[in-house]
Nanobody, 126 residues
Framework: DVQLVESGGGLVQPGGSLRLSCTGS????????MYWVRQAPGKELESVSC???????YYAESVKGRSTISRDNGKNTMYLQMNGLKPEDSGVYYC?????????????????????WGQGTQVTVS
């Protein structure tokens, strides 16, 4: 079975940093575009970053310049380094696998029925 497990969330003060991780299993990790999608309380899903199977990064304007996405295919793991965190960055961060191989979409209008989602990791900036 395909599984995605996120980690690295937590409580951090404004201006602080966090590194989120997402480890995939049960599939050919390197072949799929991967996304970070967040949901703040009472708000819609927001795709904040994406990394292609070729390691090309993409960012939403809301995190551009403050975040770095990367992947280590040898470890089947994707990362999101977030710096200069703001209260509006708070929410549950999900890692999402594109169901297709070697293609992807950015920007992504994420919906829960699309792709494979992890369980999420909570980020609180306060």
């Amino acid at each position: 079975d395909v599984q995605l497990v996120e980690s690295g969330g937590g409580l951090v003060q404004p201006g602080g940093s966090l590194r989120l991780s997402c480890t995939g299993s049960g599939y050919d990790f390197k072949a799929h575009w991967m996304y970070w999608v967040r949901q703040a309380p009472g708000k819609e899903l927001e795709s904040v970053s994406c990394i292609s199977s070729g390691h090309t990064p993409y960012y939403a304007e809301s995190v551009k310049g403050r975040s770095t996405i990367s992947r280590d295919n040898g470890k089947n793991t994707m990362y999101l380094q977030m710096n200069g965190l703001k209260p509006e960055d708070s929410g549950v961060y999900y890692c999402v696998r594109d169901p297709r191989t070697y293609v992807g979409t950015w920007p992504l209008s994420a919906t829960p029925s699309w792709g494979t989602w992890g369980q999420g990791t909570q980020v609180t900036v306060s």
